[in-house]
């Protein structure tokens, strides 16, 4: 599983003028060796920007899977000492316990 605190800072919010200028100028030397008007070439950046989205969007569903699956791993091993360790009442009864306590962050939420 990967772990939250090892992630390098991410620049997501940063737009600064010199950012659009950036995207302006390189736009429009674009636009002007493809012949093409600047609107062609922002709409092309937007699919552009559709595209990487939806690959973040991906990749953020493996990992949230590889994470789930980290999570059911360590649920299968608690379940496993429960069963040996503990008297199957008493695991019934804990168990009705966490459905008691699902059941009313469920109605709080709704």
Do not use: C, W
């Amino acid at each position: 599983m990967g772990k939250l605190g090892n992630q390098q800072v991410r620049d997501n919010y940063n737009i600064a003028n010199e950012n659009i200028e950036n995207l302006i100028e390189i736009s429009l030397k674009i636009a002007n060796k493809y012949k093409i008007e600047l609107k062609d070439v922002l709409k092309a950046r937007e699919v552009l920007e559709l595209n990487r989205k939806n690959n973040l969007f991906a990749t953020n569903g493996d990992y949230f899977d590889e994470q789930m699956g980290g999570f059911g791993e360590h649920f299968a091993t608690l379940n496993q000492i429960l069963v040996d360790l503990v008297p199957l009442d008493k695991i019934i009864t804990l168990t009705d316990a966490l459905n008691n306590i699902a059941d009313s962050i469920r109605d709080n939420n709704n």
